[in-house]
């Protein structure tokens, strides 16, 4: 057994789970302590100030500087009784990560003497340097200067002795640098067009609101185990190993008992998540070894997202504390389930209507259908867009294999609510309406049933499935930040509902009753989207086929999807809607084209390192005690019975030698192959080229180091293998 791989199971056995105190057994006494929320505004700030800010937040718009500054002051007092010494300008620039910059309290008072100071125009906007944050070209580095802008809907709260301020990223010109700055335009956008619809039926809802759920899946790895991997340490993922013997085939790891050390993480995990003001509710046992789950109660979608950024980060804190390591990449181990962070979405009114639920009435549900048809238009229409903003190099490896969706878009709805649409196509006709007719749909309408939440099953196949009151974009990345997927399904959403309502005003001028055109367009959204309607099991090889016979599109090449962004369909949601502008949409393609270059770029260095410096010379040193073995039965035994004992092991020296060889070419080549992709000098065209080249060369290798395997012992290996890995709690 190699040193490295002894030394880690010796530390892993070793291991004591870590004890961890609540400060009392009810959540309440505690939930929030960090946060500067409605509790803490009223306690420190004005009457006026307050008012200032909760009517910005409910409202939109800005604070002015006075208010600003009264807000300041409120905020600085209630951060330094909680022992803050620093603020920061908190934001998400476009690394998928989150960034800050700490700057003191401190500051010179008139006299010259040092005081405590931050005013409202600290508050309000600070001047990071932007020139090392990706831009897409909207910036050049010796052009640094970007501003971040406090973001008034999302509460500060403090992490440490540091007082975080959400803000959005922009650069010296306006564009935005960030994920934050287009969410928060395609939220208002499907605001604004979905308050439209809602008055066609209730003319007292002035605002709707996203809500966002997301269910964050993780790896959890003994950080000795961790650190004996330098593939897991600088990819995020194991690029070879030898798979486990048993790892999920029984599946008896899904909710399962949780090991004693890993439940005491995820106390101190929601702990510190309830004093930030993080809802995280439900905690268990994934499929895969090793891999776990944790979801919050709903929020409003913008608050849920920073919610979800800032939780990644104290998970990989609190982990440290309990000798862990967590894994956000999608795909760590080959050959068992990856991560996700399944995004329910939903929409709700300011007078408590869930739109995307059935109601207790014809007008009700009628209501309700007309947002999943418009949902499902939103998809059809925008299939590709939808993929481009969740295929990324890590979820490339997940989607469509057993346990997560496939490339292909598709909408599960349930038997209930297809055959409620089926019926408007059926009973909806050219001609106008008779009231008798208008009467039996609504009637039937009317009896959608109310528990529709149990009478809907789920389709875990599926990319984007109704689930009773929401739907379930199901193929979002673990380690993505949920702001991309989240600004392009508004967005998109927000085009239909105004392209809906134009249709149906159109109608209502030529004459028609307003429920009838409702109807009428409604039953032509519904057969023009049919395609994207699928209820079967998206893992089959049928659907494969049956879904390019409906026209669906089906891309697995990150760059090809990518570069969907650009397409028309895609550029009218996200410009059309005001969500970006052309500059920075194509910036955004510029971005994510470089990022799956840079990461297939250092994916093929780790892998090239480890095949010549580690593979390769265990694999030498076991050929050679081969040699010896041989030269030996030659020795002690007749020619006849030489060849029959030594036949097999000559054989394997055989391939051990092809293979090395294979190694080295193909590691050489795909050196070669990688300078070749470096000269060019167009994004879009780099990442082509990498993932025709380097990718293909990344698998050639792994496909001879696995071969390798077969031959060599395994305890000859110098890294630990799936299986130490996996079982490790």
């Excluded at 519904?526 to 699928?534: D, L, Q």
């Excluded at 004992?645 to 193909?666: M, P």
């Amino acid at each position: 057994m190699s040193t490295i791989r002894f030394q880690a199971l010796t530390e892993l056995l070793s291991r004591v789970p870590k004890e961890v105190h609540l400060p009392s057994n009810k959540v309440t006494d505690y939930y929030g302590d960090l946060v500067f929320n409605t509790g803490s505004m009223r306690k420190y700030l004005s009457k006026e100030a307050f008012k200032a800010v909760m009517d910005a937040n409910q409202n939109g718009g800005a604070i002015d500087r006075k208010m600003a500054s009264g807000v300041a002051a409120g905020m600085k007092a209630w951060a330094i009784e909680n022992h803050v010494t620093h603020y920061t300008h908190w934001f998400q620039p476009l690394t998928d990560g989150t960034a800050e910059k700490h700057d003191g309290f401190i500051d010179y008072g008139d006299g010259g003497h040092m005081i405590e100071n931050f005013s409202g125009d600290l508050l309000t906007q600070q001047e990071p340097d932007a020139s090392s944050f990706p831009s897409g070209g909207i910036r050049q580095t010796f052009e640094a200067r970007g501003y971040t802008a406090w973001d008034v809907s999302s509460p500060a709260f403090i992490v440490g002795t540091t007082l975080c301020i959400p803000t959005v990223f922009i650069s010296y010109t306006g564009e935005a640098l960030d994920y934050k700055t287009p969410l928060l335009k395609a939220l208002a956008a499907v605001d604004e067009a979905a308050v439209g619809v809602c008055q066609y039926f209730d003319k007292n809802v002035t605002k709707v609101h996203t809500n966002l759920g997301w269910e964050q899946e993780y790896f959890l790895i003994d950080e000795a185990l961790y650190q004996a991997r330098p593939d897991l340490v600088l990819t995020g993922r194991t690029l070879m190993g030898h798979s486990s013997s048993k790892d999920q085939q029984l599946d008896d790891h899904y909710f399962g008992s949780i090991p004693e050390r890993v439940t005491n993480f995820m106390m101190e995990l929601e702990l510190e998540c309830h004093k930030l003001g993080i809802p995280v509710k439900t905690r268990h046992n994934e499929v895969a070894p090793s891999q776990f789950e944790l979801a919050p109660i709903y929020e409003e979608a913008n608050l849920a997202n920073d919610h979800n950024q800032l939780l990644m980060d104290v998970m990989k804190k609190v982990a440290r504390h309990h000798k862990f390591r967590v894994l956000f990449h999608e795909k760590p181990f080959a050959g068992i389930n990856g991560s996700g962070k399944h995004n329910n979405w939903s929409l709700g009114t300011d007078t408590g209507v869930v739109l995307l639920a059935p109601g207790k009435n014809p007008k009700a549900n009628i209501q309700f259908l007309c947002f999943v048809v418009n949902t499902l238009m939103a998809v059809f229409k925008n299939q590709d867009l939808l993929r481009a903003s969740i295929l990324t190099a890590s979820n490339s490896h997940r989607l469509g294999a057993n346990e997560a969706p496939p490339s292909i878009m598709s909408v599960f709805l349930g038997d209930e609510v297809s055959k409620m649409l089926d019926r408007i196509v059926e009973e909806v006709g050219e001609r106008k309406m008779t009231p008798d007719e208008k009467t039996a749909l609504k009637l039937g309408i009317g009896r959608i049933p109310e528990i529709i939440l149990d009478n809907t099953d789920r389709n875990r196949t599926s990319p984007f499935a109704f689930t009773g009151n929401r739907f379930e974009f199901r193929a979002v990345g673990s380690s993505s930040n949920n702001a991309a997927a989240m600004t392009a399904l508004n967005a998109a959403v927000a085009v239909q509902l105004n392209e809906f309502k134009a249709s149906v005003d159109f109608l209502i001028e030529e004459g028609i009753k307003k429920d009838e055109a409702i109807f009428q367009v409604m039953k032509k959204m519904i057969i023009e989207s049919k395609p994207i309607r699928f209820n079967g099991d998206g893992y089959s090889d049928d659907w494969v086929k049956e879904a390019a016979e409906r026209g669906l599109t089906n891309i697995n090449s990150v760059p090809e999807s990518t570069s969907k962004y650009l397409d028309p369909a895609a550029r009218k949601a996200l410009i059309g809607s005001g969500v970006m502008t052309e500059k920075e949409l194509e910036a955004r393609v510029e971005v994510e084209m470089e990022k799956f270059t840079k990461k297939i770029q250092i994916e093929s260095r780790v892998l090239g390192d480890l095949a010549i410096n580690h593979i390769v010379p265990v694999a030498v040193a076991y050929q050679t005690k081969l040699i010896q073995n041989v030269q030996g039965l030659r020795d002690i035994f007749t020619n006849s019975e030489f060849e029959e004992l030594a036949g097999a092991r000559k054989d394997l020296i055989k391939q051990i030698s092809a293979h090395i060889s294979s190694i080295k070419a193909k590691v050489k080549a795909m050196v070669e192959a990688r300078k070749a992709c470096n000269l060019i000098e167009n994004a879009t065209e780099s990442a082509y080229a990498y993932d025709k080249t380097v990718c293909h060369y990344l698998e050639e290798i792994r496909y001879h180091i696995d071969k390798l395997e077969l031959v060599v012992d395994n305890e000859m290996w110098p890294l630990p293998k799936y299986r130490e890995l996996l079982f490790n709690n």
